[in-house]
């Protein structure tokens, strides 16, 4: 068989990084392995035009390696696009380890991984992301710089948690304003998936609101603790996607809205924190735009995060932070309105506004 002649599944065979679906032009990617450690990692670089490619690691007990590769090349990605569409100049790029963090996890594998990232000259700087803490980034410091979230301590921003969830309240409410005329959320039914670090501070968020919140997630003691601190309510039935709601809240992993969760869901406006909460973008944005579901492109309404660490680069304080994250808020409304008036979804037009930044900027580089 020649190369001519290999298509479609032999192709993915051969190619098993440049034939995956999600391999979109990266610009690199790197498989890290340390015997003594058992490090496992993979750190994905995208696209490098707006600046260093930025993004979180991600230590989750993945089932294979490609999925694993896969999840690493859309969160790259989506780096990418989450930086241009919010002004910053940054690139996208993104990490995961591959590990149960809770048992797994030792100083010596985060050091290992730290030397890494550190071999990459700072084309990529990492930060944390589910499975990590702030203090993993401060333990990765110590063998290179090319690592932001430090502790406040170390002089960095902190946990980037709270103003991730600031900034995805600020989308969730200019798409209820979209979507219902108004931003307020009193008596608004929300089902917030996920109640990590993230998923937490929006509850505390909305329910200061007081809507009727609803929380759904793999910890039952986590929720219990949320329910109890925030009267909530923690969701006891089987069939989450078809209950009548106001708005829809993915918190946790991506990949929720697809064939079957959407044909359910009776949600009328989409905002959450996780990312790439489209299985196929196209496709499915599609298919909320047809049932006149308000979605809030994910990587746009979660970029509060990168946002805060972005200050530890570029050295401004706490309140430019919360300015620029407000903003999200007004982006937002701005795509949804040019989704509206161009008849295309908001996932197509939150990516045009930031594939023009990227093709401006490349096209002034010469490249």
């Not at 098993?16 to 496992?40: A, I, R, Y």
């Not at 991730?164 to 009193?186: C, E, S």
């Not at 047809?290 to 309404?301: C, M, N, S």
């Not at 994250?325 to 295309?344: A, D, F, G, P, V």
Request: glycine letters at 10%.
């Amino acid at each position: 068989m020649t190369t001519e002649t290999i298509q479609g599944e032999d192709l993915q065979k051969i190619s098993p990084v440049f034939g995956q679906l999600s391999f979109d032009n990266h610009e690199q990617v790197v498989f890290c392995f340390d015997k003594d450690t058992g490090l496992k990692a993979i750190i994905g670089i995208h696209n490098t035009v707006l600046g260093p490619a930025l993004g979180g690691t991600r230590m989750w007990n993945y089932q294979s390696e490609s999925e694993a590769l896969n999840d690493v090349l859309r969160l790259s990605r989506g780096m990418t696009y989450k930086s241009a569409v919010t002004g910053l100049d940054l690139g996208g790029g993104k990490a995961v380890i591959i590990g149960n963090a809770k048992k797994h996890k030792t100083p010596e594998l985060m050091l290992k991984f730290g030397e890494f990232v550190h071999s990459l000259g700072g084309n990529y700087i990492t930060a944390e992301d589910v499975g990590m803490e702030t203090d993993d980034m401060d333990l990765i410091r110590t063998v290179t710089p090319h690592v932001v979230g430090l502790s406040e301590a170390k002089g960095g921003k902190g946990n980037p948690s709270p103003i991730t969830a600031h900034g995805v309240y600020m989308g969730m409410k200019a798409a209820a304003k979209f979507a219902f005329g108004t931003d307020n959320l009193k008596g608004r039914k929300i089902y917030v998936q996920g109640v990590g670090h993230v998923g937490e501070n929006l509850v505390k968020k909305i329910k200061a609101e007081d809507a009727e919140v609803f929380i759904s997630d793999i910890n039952q003691e986590r929720m219990e603790m949320i329910r109890d601190t925030y009267d909530v309510n923690i969701y006891e039935g089987t069939t989450f996607y078809d209950e009548p709601m106001d708005i829809y809240s993915p918190c946790a992993l991506g990949a929720t809205l697809n064939d079957k969760t959407i044909g359910m869901l009776k949600a009328k406006v989409i905002a959450g924190a996780a990312n790439n909460q489209l299985a196929v973008e196209h496709k499915h944005g599609e298919m909320l735009r047809q049932k006149g579901i308000v979605y809030a492109p994910d990587f746009l309404i979660n970029a509060g995060g990168i946002i805060n660490v972005y200050g530890e680069i570029h050295n401004y304080g706490l309140d430019e932070s919360m300015r620029r994250t407000e903003n999200i808020y007004n982006t937002t409304l701005e795509i949804l309105k040019q989704s509206e008036e161009n008849n295309i979804t908001t996932y197509q037009a939150a990516f045009q506004v930031a594939q023009n930044r990227i093709d401006a900027k490349r096209k002034e580089q010469g490249r």
